[in-house]
């Protein structure tokens, strides 16, 4: 008997008829803890449902979101309305859910938010207690897997942001039930190491996988650290409790990288922008000083007893002429008064008179005439001309 062959194509079509014919999985809800809780750009949402014994994948699309009342997260106990079909093109079933409502939280939420409130209560999370990243850190720790990939992009970041930079792997599980000890043995021992920071992470995952970050025994060990930590645990939207008890958080490893490791590059030119500033500073700075000396020197020659001395010799010279220029001043011009005054003597002088055929005439007893009603005849007279003196006897007086 000859079997009949199939393509993949058709045999997933075929099943999917199965699927939408079954009256049972056209409208079912399906409860289940939240897990690999991802909110895609186009606006679905992509997760899983599961409980302990089996996992099924969901999506709900962008148009159904509009009764979604809740922000869905890791550990979310749910349950979601819709329908289980096939995706032909991978040949997997999962629930196209319409409808989600919240039931409670998971167990592992429920733990997670537990211990967060116990250690935000101790003060753990404080930002009093936080330490600062390191501006310029050459040896920085890591404590994640030694074969995942936030290792690579921790490496392939500080290789293009500075290649001088140490970095001191410590290799440890970052899940499973012996992860979270040998993640404190890598904290505990780079801290010892003198690193100026340490990282402490590793790639995404679920809630389940990223569980270790959430145990007690990692808190405490990154709180007791003296080392700076920057905590780098999943993807952006991943919270751990370690993140809240780190100096630093970054959202991804490549993140931390980033926070930890200065861009060589940009540090040369910062330096050598500074440089320049100090150097542009210190020209005039002493430029400043020198003018500041010269001045000072100037003062202290202005200030000095020899030009004191100079200057006084200059104001008793300068005092000395214009006492000299005043005194002739004085003398010219008192010699013209007196030239004035000898001419307006000169005028009045007797002598000028009598030269000039006028005489003094004076009575016996020495008074002088200057009125015929003075004397008559017979009387004796004396006459001063010019050049001396006579005397007369008075024969006849004419009256005007």
Same mark, same amino acid.
């Given at each position: 008997?000859?079997?009949?062959?199939?393509?993949?194509?058709?045999?997933?079509?075929?099943?999917?008829?199965?699927?939408?014919?079954?009256?049972?999985?056209?409208?079912?809800?399906?409860?289940?803890?939240?897990?690999?809780?991802?909110?895609?750009?186009?606006?679905?949402?992509?997760?899983?449902?599961?409980?302990?014994?089996?996992?099924?994948?969901?999506?709900?699309?962008?148009?159904?979101?509009?009764?979604?009342?809740?922000?869905?997260?890791?550990?979310?106990?749910?349950?979601?309305?819709?329908?289980?079909?096939?995706?032909?093109?991978?040949?997997?079933?999962?629930?196209?859910?319409?409808?989600?409502?919240?039931?409670?939280?998971?167990?592992?939420?429920?733990?997670?938010?537990?211990?967060?409130?116990?250690?935000?209560?101790?003060?753990?999370?404080?930002?009093?207690?936080?330490?600062?990243?390191?501006?310029?850190?050459?040896?920085?720790?890591?404590?994640?897997?030694?074969?995942?990939?936030?290792?690579?992009?921790?490496?392939?970041?500080?290789?293009?942001?500075?290649?001088?930079?140490?970095?001191?792997?410590?290799?440890?599980?970052?899940?499973?039930?012996?992860?979270?000890?040998?993640?404190?043995?890598?904290?505990?021992?780079?801290?010892?190491?003198?690193?100026?920071?340490?990282?402490?992470?590793?790639?995404?995952?679920?809630?389940?996988?990223?569980?270790?970050?959430?145990?007690?025994?990692?808190?405490?060990?990154?709180?007791?650290?003296?080392?700076?930590?920057?905590?780098?645990?999943?993807?952006?939207?991943?919270?751990?409790?370690?993140?809240?008890?780190?100096?630093?958080?970054?959202?991804?490893?490549?993140?931390?990288?980033?926070?930890?490791?200065?861009?060589?590059?940009?540090?040369?030119?910062?330096?050598?922008?500074?440089?320049?500033?100090?150097?542009?500073?210190?020209?005039?700075?002493?430029?400043?000083? *020198? %003018?500041?000396?010269?001045?000072?020197?100037? $003062? /202290?020659?202005?200030? =000095? &007893?020899? +030009? @004191? #001395?100079?200057?006084?010799?200059?104001?008793?010279?300068?005092?000395?002429?214009?006492?000299?220029?005043?005194?002739?001043?004085?003398?010219?011009?008192? *010699? %013209?008064?007196?030239?004035?005054?000898?001419? $307006? /003597?000169?005028?009045? =002088? &007797?002598? +000028? @008179? #009598?030269?000039?055929?006028?005489?003094?005439?004076?009575?016996?007893?020495?008074?002088?005439?200057?009125?015929?009603?003075?004397?008559?005849?017979?009387? *004796?007279?004396?006459?001063?001309?010019?050049?001396?003196?006579?005397?007369?006897?008075?024969?006849?007086?004419?009256?005007?």
């Amino acid at each position: 008997m000859k079997l009949s062959v199939y393509t993949v194509g058709q045999v997933n079509s075929y099943i999917k008829n199965m699927f939408m014919e079954d009256f049972a999985l056209r409208h079912i809800s399906i409860k289940g803890e939240v897990s690999n809780c991802k909110y895609h750009s186009s606006g679905h949402i992509y997760f899983s449902l599961k409980d302990k014994d089996s996992v099924i994948a969901c999506v709900m699309f962008k148009g159904n979101r509009k009764g979604l009342e809740f922000k869905m997260q890791e550990g979310q106990m749910v349950v979601a309305t819709g329908t289980v079909g096939v995706y032909e093109r991978d040949g997997r079933y999962q629930l196209y859910a319409e409808k989600i409502t919240l039931d409670g939280a998971g167990d592992l939420y429920k733990k997670f938010e537990e211990l967060k409130q116990e250690l935000e209560e101790m003060g753990m999370f404080a930002p009093e207690y936080k330490k600062n990243i390191p501006e310029y850190a050459l040896n920085i720790g890591i404590v994640t897997s030694g074969t995942g990939a936030a290792i690579q992009d921790i490496i392939n970041i500080t290789k293009r942001r500075n290649p001088y930079v140490q970095l001191h792997l410590y290799p440890t599980l970052v899940q499973g039930a012996m992860a979270a000890p040998d993640i404190v043995n890598g904290i505990r021992c780079l801290d010892s190491m003198d690193m100026d920071v340490i990282i402490v992470g590793r790639g995404g995952g679920s809630i389940e996988d990223l569980w270790a970050f959430n145990e007690e025994i990692v808190a405490r060990a990154v709180f007791e650290c003296e080392t700076p930590i920057i905590s780098a645990v999943g993807h952006e939207t991943d919270t751990t409790i370690v993140d809240f008890v780190a100096d630093r958080r970054a959202p991804t490893p490549s993140a931390a990288a980033e926070l930890a490791v200065f861009d060589y590059e940009r540090f040369v030119q910062d330096l050598n922008d500074k440089q320049y500033i100090l150097a542009r500073s210190l020209k005039r700075q002493v430029l400043n000083s *020198r %003018n500041m000396v010269e001045q000072y020197r100037l $003062r /202290l020659i202005n200030k =000095s &007893p020899q +030009n @004191k #001395l100079m200057q006084n010799r200059q104001y008793i010279n300068d005092i000395q002429s214009r006492m000299s220029d005043m005194v002739h001043e004085r003398i010219n011009s008192k *010699r %013209n008064r007196l030239s004035v005054i000898s001419e $307006r /003597l000169n005028g009045l =002088s &007797p002598l +000028n @008179k #009598l030269s000039k055929g006028f005489a003094y005439v004076q009575d016996s007893k020495g008074m002088p005439l200057v009125d015929i009603e003075q004397i008559k005849a017979g009387d *004796r007279i004396k006459l001063h001309l010019k050049n001396g003196s006579a005397l007369a006897d008075i024969k006849n007086i004419n009256k005007l």
